[in-house]
């Protein structure tokens, strides 16, 4: 425990040992007695420690935040994939990185899942979220592991951590990549209807195998971005990295209709940049505009040679894309939006795609080196334009802002952003609610923890049923 909080006061990316309830926090300000329901939160959280892997592939673990008539709860627990089982069970660790099994693991073994990034709520299911397996079901209340959900074996493989709902038909529009196997060009689409059922599941051939985080949909289209992050199977088995920058491949991005299918994806080409998150996406006439967190270079990963990418380039800025549909080019456009360094960018998700007038993202201190850790929130409107900016104290950080409507037909925007924060100097974490309209005068209520949060991925409020 003592190595465990000597590394958080350096940074918080070390996992917490340890699964809590703590049913009575303490609460800073007043929280909204209009939110009612739990702040799913997860990420990486390894039950043991891996040579050679990668931050990005450990073990999920969820936290819940329940907020109820101005008081709040907390509740943790890792999701016991068949990964995590056999891992407990050995008392060690199994796998490496990116799913590699370690030379002593049993033969038998072969799920190396963790189910860390996203977690949504969709056809009364609670669903963990990871890019190389099928959805982990959840039991809301208790964070019960309950298995893999493959909608009647209707889904196989691989499904994104990022799937898009629909907030007029109630649709899940999602994809998978290394849809064919590890390392592959193939990816897959498909869609599962309000009421849970799969109503469509299609594979296709990208220019090049690329981890392929997230991608666009909007009211009549879904975009998928191939980006030169690509992946090697040549590499991994000669020890190179699996995946690597290697910007001479240029950027493609395949653009397909809602309705149509997938053997009449155009392809559209721009400069090679890497996005791992979508603001949203809308129509324009004969044209989809899509707002996105560009980088020059893939951070966090290096080029072929294992050499690192430039720390200069390799940060996110808010970008919009332009596809132009009537034919004249199968070049996009991009242009930045602002120069701060950004990341984890939400809207109000009754806006998903469609043409949105407010947006929010976690920022890096502009004063401080500039991949620095995420310290702020930034409040945009549908053109980039700042409309509030708070930063939190030095040293601080703080996890992807969640927007939550104030009710059912509020305005757009109107309504609080939820945020995890880690308290540098305490080595805990703060649940930060602020005005989703006024970020710049700070969190109107703190819910108080214990213990910290290691940095993490993606959440999602889920109201009281």
Same mark, same amino acid.
Not at 183 to 199: F, N, R
Not at 277 to 293: K, S, Y
């Given at each position: 425990?003592?190595?465990?909080?000597?590394? /958080?006061?350096?940074? &918080?990316?070390?996992?917490?040992?340890?699964?809590?309830?703590?049913?009575?926090?303490?609460?800073?300000?007043?929280?909204?007695?209009?939110?009612?329901?739990?702040?799913?939160?997860?990420?990486?959280?390894?039950?043991?420690?891996?040579?050679?892997?990668?931050?990005?592939?450990?073990?999920?673990?969820?936290?819940?935040?329940?907020?109820?008539?101005?008081?709040?709860? +907390?509740?943790?627990?890792?999701?016991?994939?068949?990964?995590?089982? #056999?891992?407990?069970?050995?008392?060690?660790? @199994?796998?490496?990185?990116?799913?590699?099994?370690?030379?002593?693991?049993? #033969?038998?073994?072969?799920?190396?899942?963790?189910?860390?990034?996203?977690?949504?709520?969709?056809?009364?299911?609670?669903?963990?979220?990871?890019?190389?397996?099928?959805?982990?079901?959840?039991?809301?209340?208790? @964070?019960?592991?309950?298995?893999?959900?493959?909608?009647?074996?209707?889904? /196989?493989?691989?499904?994104?951590?990022?799937?898009?709902?629909?907030?007029?038909?109630?649709?899940?529009?999602?994809?998978?990549?290394? /849809?064919?196997?590890?390392?592959?060009?193939?990816?897959?689409?498909?869609?599962?209807?309000?009421?849970?059922?799969?109503?469509?599941?299609?594979?296709?051939?990208?220019? +090049? /195998?690329?981890?392929?985080?997230?991608?666009?949909?909007?009211?009549?289209?879904?975009?998928?971005?191939?980006?030169?992050?690509?992946?090697?199977?040549?590499?991994?088995?000669?020890?190179?990295?699996?995946?690597?920058?290697?910007? %001479?491949?240029?950027? +493609?991005?395949?653009?397909?209709?809602?309705?149509?299918?997938?053997?009449?994806?155009?392809?559209?080409?721009?400069?090679?940049?890497?996005?791992?998150?979508?603001?949203?996406?809308?129509?324009?006439? &004969?044209?989809?505009?899509? %707002?996105?967190?560009?980088?020059?270079?893939?951070?966090?990963?290096?080029?072929?040679?294992?050499?690192?990418?430039?720390?200069?380039?390799?940060? =996110?800025?808010?970008?919009?894309?332009?596809?132009? @549909?009537?034919?004249?080019?199968?070049?996009?456009?991009?242009?930045?939006?602002?120069?701060?360094?950004?990341?984890?960018?939400?809207?109000?998700?009754?806006?998903?795609? $469609?043409?949105?007038?407010?947006?929010?993202? =976690?920022?890096?201190?502009?004063?401080?080196?500039?991949?620095?850790?995420?310290?702020?929130?930034?409040?945009?409107?549908?053109?980039?334009?700042?409309?509030?900016?708070?930063?939190?104290?030095?040293? %601080?950080?703080?996890?992807?802002?969640?927007?939550?409507?104030?009710?059912?037909?509020?305005?757009?925007?109107?309504?609080?952003?939820? =945020?995890?924060?880690?308290?540098?100097?305490?080595?805990?974490?703060? $649940?930060?609610?602020?005005?989703?309209?006024?970020?710049?005068?700070?969190?109107?209520?703190?819910?108080? @923890?214990?213990?910290?949060?290691? %940095?993490?991925?993606?959440? &999602?409020?889920?109201?009281?049923?």
């Amino acid at each position: 425990m003592q190595q465990d909080a000597t590394a /958080a006061r350096r940074h &918080n990316l070390g996992p917490i040992p340890f699964e809590a309830d703590a049913p009575f926090l303490k609460i800073i300000g007043e929280l909204p007695r209009e939110l009612n329901g739990t702040l799913y939160r997860n990420g990486p959280n390894p039950q043991f420690d891996s040579p050679g892997a990668h931050w990005f592939v450990g073990d999920g673990m969820l936290h819940a935040f329940h907020l109820e008539n101005g008081r709040a709860s +907390y509740r943790n627990r890792w999701i016991r994939t068949p990964k995590w089982l #056999a891992e407990h069970d050995a008392g060690r660790a @199994l796998f490496g990185g990116f799913g590699r099994k370690l030379p002593d693991a049993p #033969a038998n073994l072969t799920d190396g899942g963790v189910a860390n990034t996203n977690i949504i709520f969709h056809a009364g299911k609670l669903l963990a979220l990871e890019e190389a397996h099928l959805p982990t079901e959840i039991e809301p209340d208790t @964070l019960a592991t309950r298995g893999y959900h493959n909608y009647q074996g209707r889904v /196989a493989g691989s499904f994104t951590a990022h799937p898009k709902m629909d907030p007029v038909t109630g649709e899940l529009v999602f994809f998978g990549y290394n /849809a064919a196997g590890p390392l592959t060009p193939v990816l897959s689409y498909g869609s599962i209807d309000a009421s849970g059922k799969a109503t469509r599941f299609e594979r296709f051939e990208a220019p +090049y /195998a690329s981890m392929v985080h997230d991608f666009i949909v909007t009211e009549n289209h879904v975009l998928f971005p191939i980006l030169p992050l690509t992946g090697s199977m040549e590499r991994a088995m000669s020890g190179r990295p699996p995946y690597a920058w290697e910007p %001479d491949k240029g950027a +493609y991005v395949g653009v397909i209709k809602r309705k149509g299918s997938a053997k009449d994806i155009v392809w559209f080409r721009a400069e090679a940049c890497y996005v791992f998150h979508v603001m949203n996406a809308w129509e324009d006439g &004969n044209r989809i505009i899509a %707002d996105v967190m560009q980088f020059e270079e893939a951070p966090l990963f290096p080029h072929p040679d294992g050499r690192p990418t430039d720390p200069e380039k390799s940060r =996110a800025r808010h970008c919009r894309w332009t596809f132009d @549909l009537s034919g004249d080019t199968d070049r996009f456009q991009q242009a930045y939006l602002d120069d701060l360094t950004g990341e984890f960018p939400r809207i109000d998700d009754r806006r998903a795609g $469609l043409r949105n007038r407010h947006g929010w993202y =976690a920022c890096a201190n502009p004063k401080l080196p500039i991949f620095g850790a995420l310290s702020g929130v930034v409040h945009v409107d549908g053109n980039g334009k700042r409309l509030g900016h708070y930063l939190l104290p030095a040293g %601080d950080t703080i996890s992807e802002p969640v927007f939550v409507e104030r009710s059912k037909d509020a305005a757009e925007g109107d309504g609080w952003l939820l =945020a995890v924060v880690w308290r540098a100097r305490e080595s805990r974490s703060d $649940l930060a609610v602020f005005n989703a309209g006024d970020v710049e005068a700070g969190p109107v209520a703190l819910v108080q @923890l214990g213990h910290r949060v290691p %940095d993490g991925f993606h959440g &999602n409020w889920v109201g009281a049923r």
